[in-house]
C-alpha cells in the first residue's frame, strides 16, 4: 500500500440505462430499430411462452419483419455448462444481439452466455471481481420476476457443477444496454414466486444496506425498496393480481438491483449461493429463510446500522438496549413472513450434518463475503448453520 | 396519436457511470488506462489551473505518460462559435479523447464540442430532443463547481449568438462515459460562486420533481437534493471551506443532477435560458432569482407536488389553505436566501421593458417548458415577467 492511507469513503455508481411501467414493453421494437440490431437471440424458460404479454413481444418482432431465435431450457440456477451451449447456440445462429425474458436464472444464463461469445475459456475463470476482459454484444433485459434484479446488476451467479456451488462473476460489463421492465409481466407469476423471489429483493436490500461497501446513494434505494416491500407484500399476498401492488414490487425490486449492484452483498448471500448451489434449492427461499438469523450473527458488528434500518420502518429504538434493537428487527420480519404465510425453515431443507463442512468452505469463500459487516471464520459459520438447521 | 391512450405512466432512465468521493480524483489515471486512452484534450478554464487539486490531475497524466493538450478558454456562459472552434482544436490535435475539467459552462462546451466531431452541421442543427445521431468520443468530466452538474445529464446548453438565448441539446449520447466527482475541487470555489451554483442545484430538484416527467427514482433523488441543500446552505455560508459540507453539496448536486436529466425541468430554466441568454447572466442568479415567483406561478397547478415538497421539509399543512401553504413553501426559499445572504432580485438586473417581448417568446419555446404542470400563454410569461422586474 502507498505512502498514507486517508479514510475518506469512495464509492463508484454504475446502472444501465431502463425504462419503467406498465405496457413498457410495448417498447421493445423501439430499441431494436434504435440499437439497429437484426436477429436478436431471445433467451427465455418454456413457462412463460403462453403468456399474454410475451405473445405480444414476439409480435412486435414479426410487426417490424425482424428474425428471432429461442433459447428455452434455463434451469432454476443455471449451471456452467448451460453457458457454454448457450453461447455455442448464439454464434451458431449467427445471432448479433441477446433478448433475455425472463427471472435472475434466466437473465443470468443469457449475460454469461453473452460475455462467453466475447472472452476465451470457460465462465470459471472470470469468477470474482472485475475479470472480465471484453464486452459481450447488445444484450435486451426484460425481467419477469421482482427479485434478482440481475437486469441492472453487475453481477451474474452461475453454478459450478464440479464443486456444486454457485459462483458470483462481478463487472461493470454484466450490466445490459437496456431493461425494459414492465409489472404486467408479474401477473402470470404463481403466488409463491412472487413471495420467494419478494423476499430476495428485501434481502438485497437489506445486505447492501449494511454492506461495506454502501454508499449514500445505495442506502437511499435500498432503505425506499425495504419500505416499499414491508407495506406492499401483506398487501400483495391477499390479492396477487392487483397491478398497482405488482408494480410497487417491480420499483422496490430494480432499486434493491441498483443498490446491491453498487454495494455488493453479504453473509445471507454468500451462505445462500453454497447453499443453494449444494442442494439446488429455490435462492429466493434460502435467503428469506437466512436472513433474520444472518442478522442474528451479524447486529453488533454493524448496530447503527441495522438500527437506521429499522427506524425507517417507523419503529422508535431511543430507549432500547442493543438486545431488544435486534429483537425487534428481527421480530419485525418474522411478522412479516408469517403475514404472508411463509414459514419454511431451515430444518425444512433437510440439510445433513456431513454436508456442513463443504458448505461453509465455499461460503467463507465468496465475494459477497468480503463486504460483510465483519469477517466470520470458518468455523464460525459451520457453527452458525449448525445452529440453525 | 393512435387509436386509444391508457394513463400509466412511463419513465425512462439513464445515468452515467460515476465515481464519487473526497480524493476520488485520484482515480483519473486509472480511468485512462482502462479505456486506454492515448491522447485526451483537456478543456477546462484558465482560473482553475492554480489550484492544487488540478496540479495533481497533470501530475498523474505525466506520472503514466500520457500527452494532452490543453483548452482553457471557455466563457461563462458558452457560445455556439465557441463550440465550433472546440470541435476543430480536438480534431487538429488528433485527440482520441476529452478531460471536462470545470463548472456546466466548461462541460457543456466539452460536450457539444465532442458531439460536433461526429456530427456534421452545426450545434443549432441539434436544438431541442433526442436529435443527435453519432456519439462523441470518449469523455472523462471531472466537475468543479455544485450546480448544474452537467456532468450526469443528458442536457448541453450552448448559446445561440444571433438570437441571443440559451439552446437545450437534450440527448442521451450527452452521456459522458464517466464522471469523477471530487468535493476536494469545491475548497477553491469563491463562497459567492458556491451559493449560485447550490440555488442552481435546488432549483434543478424542485423543478424535476413538479415536472410532468417525473418518476419515482426521480423523485427520490429530488427530494433528498432538496433537504440536503436546505440542510447545508446556512452552514457553508458560515464556514465555507468546511470539507464535509462540501461533500453534501456536490451529492446534492449530483442527485438533482440526475433528476432533471431524466425527468427534465420547467418554467424556471426555461426563463433563465432565454433571459440568461439574453442578458449574459450567470445561470445560477438568474435560477435563484425566479424560482420563488414560478413557485407563486405553478402553484395551482400542481399544489399537492409543491406540498409535498413542503412536507419533506418537515412543515405540516394539515390545516392550511392552499394560500398559506404556497406562502409557507415560498418563505421558506426566502429565508434560506437571506439566511445565507443572497438578496439579488429581479430588479437589480436591470431588464429593460421593451426586452420582455423577445425574452418571454423564447422562454414559451424552450423545451424546458414542456413539461412545466402548466403551459403558459406567450401574454402569461410577458405579464409574468413585467410584475416581477
Ligand atoms: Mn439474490
Ligand atoms: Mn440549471
Do not use: F, H
Given at each position: 500500500m502507498s505512502k498514507n492511507e486517508s479514510m475518506y469513503k469512495i464509492s463508484k455508481f454504475a446502472a444501465p440505462e431502463f425504462i419503467f411501467g406498465i405496457?413498457?414493453?410495448?417498447y421493445v421494437k423501439r430499441y431494436i430499430k434504435n440499437f439497429s440490431l437484426t436477429h436478436p437471440m431471445v433467451v427465455t424458460?418454456?413457462?412463460?411462452?403462453?403468456?399474454s404479454w410475451a405473445k405480444n413481444i414476439f409480435k412486435q418482432l414479426e410487426g417490424i419483419d425482424i428474425r428471432y431465435s429461442i433459447y428455452d431450457?434455463?434451469?432454476?440456477?443455471?449451471k456452467d455448462y448451460e453457458v457454454e451451449e448457450i453461447s455455442k447456440v448464439i454464434i451458431n445462429c449467427n445471432c448479433d444481439s441477446i433478448i433475455a425474458i425472463g427471472g435472475g436464472s434466466v437473465i443470468d444464463a443469457a449475460k454469461a452466455g453473452g460475455i462467453m461469445c466475447a472472452n476465451p475459456?470457460?465462465?470459471?475463470?472470470?469468477?470474482?471481481?472485475?475479470?472480465?476482459v471484453h464486452p459481450m454484444p447488445p444484450i435486451i433485459c426484460v425481467p419477469t420476476?421482482?427479485?434478482?434484479?440481475a437486469d441492472v446488476s453487475q453481477f451474474a451467479i452461475i453454478t459450478n457443477t464440479d464443486e456444486r456451488y454457485k459462483m458470483a462473476i462481478v463487472s461493470k460489463?454484466?450490466?445490459?444496454?437496456?431493461s425494459i421492465i414492465d409489472?404486467?409481466?408479474?401477473?402470470?407469476?404463481p403466488k409463491e414466486l412472487l413471495i420467494a423471489t419478494s423476499l430476495d429483493a428485501l434481502t438485497h436490500a437489506f445486505e447492501s444496506y449494511v454492506?461495506?461497501?454502501?454508499?449514500p446513494i445505495t442506502d437511499m434505494f435500498a432503505l425506499k425498496a425495504i419500505r416499499l416491500i414491508f407495506e406492499t407484500l401483506p398487501k400483495v399476498a391477499k390479492d396477487p393480481k392487483n397491478i398497482n401492488y405488482l408494480e410497487d414490487l417491480m420499483l422496490a425490486s430494480l432499486m434493491a438491483g441498483m443498490a446491491f449492484s453498487n454495494a455488493s452483498l453479504g453473509m445471507v448471500h454468500a451462505i445462500a449461493h453454497s447453499m443453494g448451489g449444494y442442494k439446488d434449492i429455490r435462492h429466493g427461499t434460502c435467503n428469506a429463510i437466512l436472513l433474520d438469523s444472518v442478522i442474528d450473527f451479524n447486529y453488533v458488528y454493524a448496530a447503527y446500522r441495522y438500527d437506521k434500518i429499522s427506524e425507517s420502518l417507523?419503529?422508535?429504538?431511543?430507549?432500547?438496549?442493543e438486545i431488544d434493537r435486534k429483537k425487534i428487527l428481527i421480530e419485525s420480519i418474522m411478522n412479516l413472513k408469517n403475514k404472508i404465510g411463509f414459514n419454511i425453515t431451515l430444518?425444512?431443507?433437510?440439510?445433513?450434518?456431513?454436508?456442513i463442512d463443504i458448505i461453509a468452505k465455499h461460503a467463507v469463500n465468496?465475494?459477497?463475503?468480503?463486504?460483510?459487516?465483519v469477517m466470520p471464520t470458518f468455523e464460525e459459520v459451520k457453527e452458525f448453520i449448525a445452529r440453525n438447521i
Open positions: 405496457d413498457s414493453i410495448d424458460d418454456s413457462g412463460l411462452l403462453s403468456a431450457k434455463v434451469s432454476e440456477n443455471p475459456g470457460s465462465i470459471r475463470d472470470y469468477e470474482g471481481i472485475d475479470k472480465i420476476t421482482c427479485g434478482s434484479s460489463s454484466l450490466l445490459p444496454d437496456i409489472p404486467k409481466t408479474l401477473t402470470t407469476l454492506s461495506l461497501g454502501s454508499s417507523g419503529y422508535v429504538l431511543e430507549d432500547l438496549n430444518k425444512d431443507l433437510q440439510i445433513k450434518e456431513s454436508e465468496d465475494p459477497c463475503m468480503l463486504t460483510n459487516p
